[in-house]
């Protein structure tokens, strides 16, 4: 089983930045965030192939988020870097993991753990 906490989360004005940590349990294969807004379905913006480092962005954070993993000792940690925020940036912000090699890095349901999500609030 894989655990997966999420921190970080906060309000700031739009132009503004955030960083999100995710901390986790047992380094599997791939890696993401993930954003659901009210009303919205949950999308995909930032993923990690951890073996490779191979990052992947949705079009609509290319450029201003930027993810991260790192292991420190027993410590594995997966980060978000947020600049440039917008109001529409505004959602639930969740980690998600799996062991699965291939696939669609940004489908939901092709990840087995998920964190139980940090508020992100971009005020205009």
């Known amino acids: 089983q894989v655990h997966l906490v999420e921190s970080g989360g906060g309000s700031v004005q739009a132009g503004g930045s955030l960083r999100l940590s995710c901390a986790y349990s047992?380094?599997?294969?791939?890696m993401a965030w993930f954003r659901q807004a009210p009303g919205n379905e949950r999308e995909g913006v930032a993923a990690?192939?951890?073996?490779?480092?191979?990052?992947?962005?949705s079009t609509s954070v290319k450029g201003r988020f930027t993810v991260s993993v790192s292991q420190e000792n027993a410590k594995g940690m997966m980060y978000l870097e947020m600049n440039s925020l917008k109001p529409e940036d505004t959602a639930m912000y969740y980690c998600?993991?799996?062991?699965?090699?291939?696939?669609?890095?940004?489908?939901?349901?092709?990840?087995?753990?998920w964190g139980k999500g940090t508020v992100v609030t971009i005020s205009s």
């Open positions: 047992h380094k599997t294969n791939r």
């Open positions: 998600a993991a799996t062991y699965l090699w291939s696939g669609d890095f940004f489908r939901a349901d092709e990840y087995q753990y």
């Open positions: 990690i192939g951890t073996p490779t480092g191979t990052t992947y962005y």
